[in-house]
């Protein structure tokens, strides 16, 4: 099945260093940007999906997030806006960022992947809500892959991956 939904993680994943950095901070990695675009031009959506616990403690205005994530390229952006220990339903690796996406889109989960830095909070979101995880070397890298079981892809960068989604979207149009 052809790729249709791309969610993405933005700490360490569009830019940044793993951790959080504030948006006029925020530098993303060469290739990034393209690559989101690219996705959007073959008519992916492209959806940010992030735990920014700032918001909960009045350090980061979330309107002001979610547009910076529109100026980067994507569609919509999905974020959980509280704190850690507020035991919210929607704080990756819990999916409720996803259901969130599902209530105002139509998509099934074997259409998404999701994209991201982070064993703990990314790849392991993308199994539980039975998603194609695709982690990247950047931000994170390794950290925290020993706590985490199941499958995924590995690519070196969000550019990578971009790659992979159009490679394999190809890949699905000439097969049947
Ligand atoms: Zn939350």
Redesign the pocket.
Known sequence: MPINIVFVDRDGTIGGDGHFTPIAEFVPYAGSVEGIHALRAAGLQVFALT?QTRIAAGELDEAELRRSFLELGCSDAFI???AEN?N????KPKT?LVTQAHLKYHFSNQEAVIIGDSYQADMQCANRAGILGIHVATGRGAAGRADVSGTWVECADLAAAADWILRHNRREKEGD
Do not use: E, F, V
């Open positions: 735990n959980c806006p509280h507020a919210c339903d929607c704080r409720g």
